[in-house]
């Protein structure tokens, strides 16, 4: 999934009295100060977003929960009731009807109460922000540790580009630290939220940098045990060419099974026998 950085906040006036249109989202999390894309295909989802582009663009996207990933529409109870608050940028109908969408998080909001209509689901919000409980000195070293581990994990993972670093270094403000951070990592989506659904800016850190701590040591193992299968898959190839050259070789001096027998016998006498190095060459 790829998914770009925010770079500036888009300023719209939320009323927080009003209900938004939900997407509900599968095996995918959108936080808030993150563009991402998004793929709408189920009439639930339809209905929300083609409501919403009429209207002001904005809807509420949320994540099923553990084992509701199923293709048929969600119910409000297979719903998690923190999310975000996103605005449509860009909408694509594509040919077999579903709807490719460029969205941006605006900010974390808590379902009050769903409401679910004939065509999609709607939900009163309230915003829900993360509070910043940490002091500065230990902020400071919560960030450098996610950097440094940000890094690493990069370096580990062929499937993000390493322009990322310079993206996650431009960053300064801790909360969009935490957001990109775990959009990125590779980790379960329903993990991910029950980092994103946490009240307070110093357990959201803590808990992120356990599992990415976690997470990076199982890559180091994996690739450990992967390079030695390798090798030995390297060696046993090696030894199969060399048996299958020596069968060639044999066939055109045509060499019998007992001939080799026979050879192998010979060889053993002659090294038996401690023979000085003059006898070894006429022999």
Do not use: W
């Not at 582009?53 to 719903?79: A, H, I, M, Y």
């Not at 996103?86 to 694509?92: K, N, R, T, V, Y």
Request: glycine share 4%; net charge positive.
């Amino acid at each position: 999934m790829a998914v770009k950085k925010i770079v500036n906040a888009v300023n719209i006036e939320h009323d927080d009295s009003r209900m938004y249109n939900v997407i509900p989202l599968r095996r995918m999390l959108v936080a808030p100060r993150i563009i991402a894309p998004v793929l709408v295909g189920r009439e639930v989802s339809l209905g929300a977003v083609e409501q919403a582009l009429v209207e002001d663009k904005l809807v509420f996207c949320t994540t099923q929960r553990e084992g509701e990933d199923s293709d048929g529409n969600p119910q409000t109870g297979q719903l998690y009731r923190i999310g975000t608050v996103c605005q449509i940028l860009q909408s694509f109908r594509l040919p077999d009807g579903n709807i490719r969408l460029l969205v941006e998080g605006l900010y974390r909001a808590k379902v009050r109460r769903f409401v679910t209509g004939k065509k999609f689901i709607r939900a009163y919000v309230e915003k829900f922000e993360l509070i910043q409980n940490v002091k500065p000195k230990e902020l400071e070293a919560y960030l450098r540790n996610l950097k440094s581990l940000f890094k690493e994990f990069i370096t580990l993972n062929n499937s993000l580009p390493e322009e990322m670093i310079q993206s996650l270094e431009s960053l300064s403000d801790p909360i969009e630290v935490f957001y990109f951070v775990l959009t990125y990592f590779n980790i379960d989506v329903h993990y991910k939220h029950y980092l994103f659904k946490m009240t307070h800016l110093n357990g959201c850190l803590k808990r992120l940098l356990e599992v990415m701590n976690e997470e990076i040591e199982v890559s180091k193992l994996e690739q450990r045990i992967e390079g030695k299968v390798k090798r030995t898959l390297n060696k046993m190839q090696r030894e199969y060419y060399l048996q299958e050259q020596l069968k060639i070789i044999h066939k055109e001096l045509g060499l019998t099974d007992e001939d080799d027998s026979n050879l192998i016998k010979l060889k053993g006498r002659i090294d038996s026998k401690n023979l000085s190095k003059q006898a070894l060459d006429r022999v």
